[in-house]
């Protein structure tokens, strides 16, 4: 079993910065990929980005250039540097790791408005 925690979601206004964190306990390892993807109103679960086990990054291309995930795996901890944020990011914001399953963290909110 693996539990995921996410927090530092909140209001920002557009162009502002947020930070995420995704605490994994558990069957987790730094082999295992771990990542995020969001959710917003009335639209399906996407991708934002994700790092796999040899540490590579990926990312949505919507998030290319304003996001930047990392990973301490000392700690188990994922973060999302969320940079230059447009309304378009609102949404809610899980943590995702993959193991034998899929596992999903609670979710955190993600609002970007004026």
């Known amino acids: 079993q693996v539990q995921l925690v996410e927090s530092g979601g909140g209001l920002v206004q557009p162009g502002g910065s947020l930070r995420l964190s995704c605490a994994a306990s558990?069957?987790?390892?730094?082999?295992?990929?771990m990542g995020w993807y969001r959710q917003a109103p009335e639209k399906e679960r996407e991708l934002v980005a994700l790092?796999?086990?040899?540490?590579?990054?990926k990312y949505a291309d919507s998030v290319k250039g304003r996001f930047t995930i990392s990973r301490d795996n000392a700690k188990n901890i994922v973060a999302l540097q969320m940079n230059s944020l447009k309304p378009e990011d609102t949404g809610v914001y899980y943590c995702?790791?993959?193991?034998?399953?899929?596992?999903w963290g609670q979710g955190t909110q993600v609002t970007v408005s004026s």
């Open positions: 995702y790791a993959e193991t034998w399953r899929n596992y």
């Open positions: 558990g069957s987790i390892f730094s082999t295992n990929t």
């Open positions: 790092i796999i086990g040899d540490g590579t990054p």
